[in-house]
């Protein structure tokens, strides 16, 4: 009797304890956040909240834009602004752009997978490695190298495909892209042959394995109040982390080492077409200013800008290649024309004449991606913290230390920036007498937008035009099951949930 006593004591007062937190910790929310202000915008609840529809959280936050361009969830310390206003996206990443940063609060998330590489520092950092690769990024050496490269591994691709064709095998394009673009980023970027395409390369197949899921796991931190705890305790999603880290680790270290000791044995080092080189011989000028473990942050940062928003972005055009059969024929017949094909050559033959003159005329397919990426922005949801208190364009005010996102996947979907067509996939809106229109930067955001514009845009727009090209030359693709509900996976990239499961079909010529 005593000892059931004792129990239930115990376990009344441990319930007792955890309301009290609980009540705590509702109350350290919800104070000073002016929650009947309307200079302060409508919260729509706590960021915790996130957990509950953490699987389809960019079609949430749609749901509550199109009630309020700009609201508001509420974190510990300070609230998390989102919004849909191109105003406030332009305010907040062009006209006072020195007062907005990635903020302690993103930083401390993703430490531990991004480091100090450009995509999670601020400042001279930012500046040190922006300079570095812009420099790099427009050359001609690297436009002219790039489509060399470019060319080479969708000719391989497109060798892959013909393996699975004639609908014999279902092919998960998303994989296969995923492939694809790591292989280019490491060629062009970093000079090495890693080859994953053509299955040689066990090391990267594990690398994007441990890579994604890494992706996921730190975005996953946004919702799961715990995870530091579970971060110290080295417990539950935090210790699979923690793997996965240590091995993408110990691959980009190897990477390092092998480029050192290619460049220490090269008798002139004047071959330095690739961003890696260029980092280690600023490293060799100042290495205290970049060791290895910077190095290391570095290149992590342009794998996941090379690799991820390319093939992501190519797999949601494939989707909707697949439910729009019309728009793939009419590509399709567009490359002939471009390219002045008769169809007689084989693929290297083909490869050879996709020149930059030629991608250039592309309006169709320009359009086409481009409309994807409306659809499907491979960031789907980006922002910046306050360093001040601020006033947004929009009338609300922003106190020190809050966030702003801006929801580039919530933006495509809203009628009053695209027309009552906003949701439809249409190349044509971006055509103006078959040519190519861009529109502003802060209403089209996938690309981001202000000093921190995407540095790859037109390196990506490259290789997604060859890898498009190549494959709808040579192949129809329909869905494996056309009633697939097609998702995607809550993380940092726009990723299909479960890759994206196609049959190809060798195109006759003369269809
Ligand atoms: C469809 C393809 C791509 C999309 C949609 C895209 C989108 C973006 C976005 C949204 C950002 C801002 C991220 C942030 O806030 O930190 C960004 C930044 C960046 N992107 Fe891309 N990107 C693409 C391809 C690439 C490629 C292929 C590369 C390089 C090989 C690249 C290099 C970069 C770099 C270096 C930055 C950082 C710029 C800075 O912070 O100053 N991107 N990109």
């Known amino acids: ?34 929650l009947r202000s309307s200079l302060h915008p409508p919260v729509k609840g706590t960021v915790f909240h996130q957990l509950f529809y953490f699987n389809r959280i960019y079609d949430e936050l749609t749901s509550y834009a199109r009630e309020h361009p700009t609201f508001r969830l509420l974190a510990l310390s300070h609230s998390e602004f989102y919004t849909v206003d191109p105003r406030n996206v332009e305010h907040v990443l062009k006209t006072r752009f020195n007062q907005y940063s990635k ?60 393996e699975h064709e004639m609908g014999k095998q279902t092919l998960d394009i998303q994989d296969l892209l995923m492939k694809c673009t790591l292989d280019s980023i490491f060629k062009v970027g970093f000079g090495v042959d890693l080859n994953c395409l053509g299955g040689s390369s066990k090391d990267g197949t594990a690398f994007i394995t441990a890579f994604d899921e890494s992706n996921g796991l730190v975005y996953w931190r946004y919702a799961d109040f715990l995870w530091k705890i579970k971060r110290l305790f080295n417990v539950g999603s935090e210790a699979v982390l923690r793997k ?36 280690l011989a600023e490293s060799e000028k100042d290495p205290d200013k970049m060791s290895d473990r910077y190095l290391r942050d570095i290149i992590l940062n342009f794998i996941i800008a090379g690799k991820d928003t390319t093939a992501t972005t190519l797999s949601w055009f494939f989707y909707m290649m697949c439910k729009h059969p019309l728009i793939q024929e009419k590509i399709s017949q567009q490359v002939r024309q471009v390219i002045d094909d008769d169809g007689c050559g084989n693929v290297d033959d083909f490869v050879g004449k996709l020149t930059e003159e030629k991608l250039d005329k592309m309006h169709y397919l320009h359009a086409a991606l481009t409309e994807t990426l409306r659809l499907y922005p491979a960031v789907p949801v980006d922002g910046k913290c306050a360093e001040i208190d601020d006033i947004l364009p929009d009338g609300f005010k922003v106190k020190q230390g809050d966030g702003v996102y801006y929801l580039a996947y919530s933006m495509g979907r809203m009628t009053n920036i695209w027309g009552e067509d906003a949701e439809e996939f249409r190349p044509e809106r971006w055509l103006k007498n078959g040519i190519f229109c861009p529109e502003s930067p802060f209403k089209f955001v996938s690309f981001h937008a202000g000093p921190r514009i995407c540095l790859g845009k037109e390196f990506a727009y490259r290789q997604m035009k060859i890898i498009s090209m190549v494959l709808l030359r040579f192949f129809k693709f329909q869905m494996e099951d056309e009633k697939q509900q097609v998702r995607y996976k809550t993380m940092f990239t726009l990723h299909i949930d479960g890759g994206l499961k196609l049959r190809a079909f060798a195109r006759l010529v003369s269809s």
């Open 103 to 162: 903020g302690e609060y993103n930083c401390t998330i993703v430490r531990d997978l991004l480091g100090d590489g450009i995509f999670a520092v601020d400042g001279d950092r930012w500046r040190q490695q922006r300079k570095l690769a812009s420099s790099e990024f427009s050359t001609r050496v690297l436009r002219d190298f790039s489509c060399a490269v470019f060319r080479r591994n969708a000719a391989k691709l497109a060798g892959i495909v013909s």
């Open 1 to 34: 009797m005593d000892i059931l006593f004792s129990v239930v004591t115990l376990a009344a007062t441990a319930v007792f304890i955890l309301f009290i937190s609980f009540s705590f910790f509702l109350l350290r929310i919800y104070t000073g956040k002016s």
């Open 244 to 279: 996965n880290v240590k091995l993408i680790d110990d691959f980009v270290y190897q990477v390092i080492r092998n480029k050192r000791k290619e460049l220490s044995s090269q008798v002139h080092c004047s071959d330095k077409e690739d961003i890696l080189s260029r980092f």
